[in-house]
């Protein structure tokens, strides 16, 4: 069970997973959980690898992943809450001003 | 010799010579909200630096030094940017810049109260910065940008007045020759400079990518180096084709027959814009142009050049005598101006053309360039004086004239004095001298058919001097015209012009005689400047071409050095002799002719159109005043003619095309734009959906 | 570690600082919004100084190599990142002048400039970097500003609206950029960029697959930034829906980021895999160009009309990478256009602005009669859309003949080079149909009324500098050729694809 391989399988389907919610669903905070979901994925493999190896960048690596992911998110988070302040909603099908 | 690479030390004025001015222009529409004063001066300043520039370098072309300096531009192609101030570039730069200053300072006042002065400055700068472009190329590639330059700043500033006011027009309205009408408005004038220079332009371009293919270079100094182009060209007959060819172009920009009539009708261009571009140095552009490739050609003796050199002869002989007849007869005081500017430049053409038929190359070379050198002066000063006129009289024909001495004096005494070295007054004007000297070299060319072009240049110089006098008389003598009449009992005195306005022209005017006084010796420093330089340039000595020693040598070795002194130690070779034949028809043309043009229009012993009254001088009249009806024939074939063929062959593709092929094209079009735009669906997921489909075929696709 | 006097630390510094300095300058201020023409002129002069250094640094005299392949430290000071950093600062001080006037009447100046100039140096270094870790560090640097700054008129839920497509797109792409790494981590055992490629050309056959995977994420992730098809989705709502100085920022500068990362790795990296992966790019780059130019024949909002062009030019561009083993100056050609492009575009975007800015509208209607109502805005915007076209002697026309001259002589090795070439030129002509419709309103038709309007000053200064470089590069070609060659290895493409 602790073979790094069986980690790169899990991160497949957590992807996998991720992708789905991305296409899927329609609320923005589920689709920023996707993204978090594909990218903790992305840190899994890369521990996995790192652990393979044997080599410490990889880990390295993900400590870097994981605070940009974090900056990232809030700003990503800031304009859905301006996105709610005007549509009273966060439901993404909403935004279709811009189109074509 | 100075040979520069890059913008090191001196090189760098040479370039700033022609950059200085667009700069100017680039920086004049800034001013677009202060006062006129604060334009013209900046703009006059612009000039006055590049003036300044040109002559700094004086000294160094004077003493057969050179600049030559190089960046690279086309790298792919190996065509290098560069500029070559050689003796005849520095003193063909310095003149355009000085008698550019002196005009620009002329408009201050000629151009005081007119609206949009800053499209005026912008493309008087824009002008000359391609004409001294043109005159410090080293490659034939940026002389022909230089060209298009001027080209394109000339048909700006010809219609200039472009709303077609009444008065802005040239020519006699209601004249007409064959049902050609013979008045023009400014922007007509515009388009038809534009469109034969044009014609002029594709030959030039014609010829110059002819010798790039053969040669793989446009530099002047490249062709002469190695000339395997000039061997291979001539086997294939292509070598005179090419030269006239490029030819071709110097006869749109000087206006010589056959793409003469464009500088006419420019004249509807403001006065200064006439003095500086019409006169002074565009139309020079091409009689610089031929100096430049003339010796190149020369050097290149082992071949039989003189097809060439006898078209130019030829040409200009033509140009110089259909013009002259014409200016007999015109009424227009702008016109009789512009006919004498290309008879002139038919006479330096004739000069250049000479010199390549003949063993000793530098007299018709020294000619020519010595007379390109007094008309400048001479004739940027009789515009000048021609403008302050009209300014005064409202009027450009000269029956609207007459009486004129009195009340403008200074006005008067230079164009006086003008006109005397238009007309070769002897011993005492520029003019005389350089007439004097293409009459000389024609004289002593052994050129088989140089007695005819000697006739035909005494006749030109006595109808000139006939049409000169005209000129003066009917201006400035007799009783006051009822125009100027009407103008007096106005209130509006005539009066002399201001300072601003007679300056230039009086310094124009002075500087014809007081160089004309020393002429001789004036002629002979041009020819012994000239001498060296083409024989360490280019191998011509008066015995004939010899071989460079190789491009290196030229910069400093014992060979060269020896043979240096040879040539300068030959200087008495080179000093000038009088042709006593030259000089005595000189002087006889101009008395026949000026006594002629002062008995009918200054003592008025007879009235002119008395004395014509007769059949075949009415027929003959009309047909000079016509133009020979070239004008009439040109618009016929050029304009009419084609235009007709082109409606009818448009109308038959319209239906064709516009109705049949062209709407599916564009519905084809629209409907794959709209298919293109329908995927944009505003919907983020369907976004996202796409992204990852494309991830997985972009790894599909790698994967195969 | 890091030399502290190399160029690329150096112009973290300076910027850097500024950033960080300006909200606390803000946060100082007693009143609200009292020092914002401050804020504008320090962002500025940082990025004027920036600029210095780098051109400095290219003059010095001292041999900079041209891609510091063999670098074991995170940037490596090269004239590749030097190139690309004259870029982006060039665009990012055409964006800050012309913010001057575009910011007038809107709120929060300091967190705006700052934002911009920490974008600018996320873009900088991703120029200069030479390990992975660092071109993810200084990706995100160079993104997340930029999603905010999208989003930066508060009050207009376009602007909202484009910058959540555009976070969304740019995160789900960061999270590849960071799979396809670790793949390649995983493979190779090194996050050093030119280690992991030397790595993968030996790989074991077995794993070349993964190497690919990894490849096609990279492009896919890559490929966002650029705008190619089909990850290009975002960009047309993007660019429109943003404050249009950002959209500048966003097309001139990203954009080109997101190439100057796809050549360090990708392209510099498939060589090493020695697998036909140039056939992908060549497709990806006919569809991107045609989709961008069809896009735009029937838009009516110009912002919108600029973006497809983008996506288009990417296009364009892309060639050249397509081509670049095969062909001596694809690369080259490459670069020289992305170097164009990014002032064409943004002298573009930036009368975009101004037109914004004085006559408060962006759809080609509102530019009808342009010529008389903003001369100079109308003429530097036609004569920017004609050097995007393709039109001698501006600058853009230089780009598109190498890069079209490129890959017709890569068509000696390769059968599918000449038909890019033609379908470039088709695309070319194409886009001249949109472009010339533009000026054609603008000039040709009659607008609202004929009074001339008083053009915001910054705007036009910025304008006018664009005019400058279009026109003077555009005669004189030679010195930006000159630095995109000694950007790129010539020998070493030649010597990996011996292989």
Known sequence: ?100 | MVEVLGFEGIGISAWLIWMTPFIGAAFIPILRKRSEKIKSYVAVAFSIISALLALSILPLGLSNGEIHSQIPWFSALNIDAGVLADPLAIIMSNLVAWISVAIFVYSISYMHGQRSLIRYWFFMLFFIGSMQLIVLSDNLLMVFFGWEGVGFASYALIGFWYTDRKKDYVGKEGHTAWGIPQWTSPTHAGIKAFLLNRAGDVMMLSGMFMIFMYSGTFGFRELLADQTWAHVMMQQNLLVPAAVLIFGGAIGKSAQFPLNEWLLEAMTGPTSVSALIHAATMVKAGVFLVARIGPLFFALSVFNMNQFFEIVTWVGAITALLLATQAIVNPEIKKVLAYSTGSQIGYMMMALGIAGLSTNFVDGYTAGFFHLISHALFKASLFMAAGAILHTVHSRFMNDMGGLKKNMRKTYIFFLLASLSLASAPLITLGFWSKDAIFASILESNYEFSSYVFLIAVTVAIMTAFYTFRMVGLVFFGKPSQNVVNIENKGHRIREVDKIMWLPFAILAIASIAFGVVGFAFEGQLHHIFATYLASSFGITEDGVVPLEGSEALQSSPELTESDAAITGGSEQDSLELNPFAVVSSVAAFGVGGFLGYLFYIKRIADPEKVSDNVVSKALWKFLYNRWYLNSILYWMGVVIPLAAYRRIYKYFENILMYGINPSVQHSMVVMSRVAKAVQTGNVQTYLYVFSAGIILITMLLLS | MIDIFSTPALVTIILGSVALLIPILDALNKERGAKNKVYSAISFGALALALIVVIYRIFSGENLPAMSLTNTGVIGDDIFGAFFSIAFLIVSIMVTVSSWSYMKKRSNHAAYYSLILLSSIGMILIGYSTDFVMLLVAWELMSIPTYALAAFNKKDPISNEASIKYFLFGALSSAIIVLAMGIVYGLTGTTNIYDSIVAMSQLNPDLIPFGLLAVGLFIAGFGFKMGLVPFHMWLPDTYSGAPTTVATLLAAGTKKAGFAAAIRVIVIGMIALNVHWTFTLAIIAIFTMTLGNLGALTQKSIPRILAYSSIAQAGYILIGLAVAPYSDYGLDASLLQIMNHAVMKSAAFIAAAGVIITLAGYTLEKYKGLGFRMPITAFVFAIALLALAGVPPLSGFWGKYLIFGAAIDSGQTIWWGPYLAIAGILNSALSLGYYAWIIRKMYMEEGENRVRQKEPKSIVAVLLFALGFMIIFGIWYGPLLDLASMAVPNDLIHLISAK
Do not use: C, H, W
């Not at chain 1, 073979?3 to 899927?24: E, K």
């Not at chain 1, 329609?26 to 899994?44: G, H, K, P, Q, T």
């Open chain 1, 1 to 100: 069970m602790n073979q790094p391989t069986d980690f790169l399988y899990i991160a497949i389907i957590l992807i996998s997973i991720g992708i789905y919610g991305l296409v899927v669903k329609r609320n923005a905070l589920r689709l920023i959980f996707s993204i978090e979901l594909i990218a903790n994925a992305v840190n899994l493999v890369l521990i996995a690898f790192s652990r393979m190896l044997p080599s410490p960048q990889g880990q390295v690596f993900v400590l870097f992943s994981i605070a940009i992911s974090a900056a990232e998110v809030a700003v990503g988070l800031g304009i859905i809450i301006i996105a709610y302040r005007f549509y009273k909603d966060i439901d993404i099908t909403e935004y279709k001003n811009l189109k074509n």
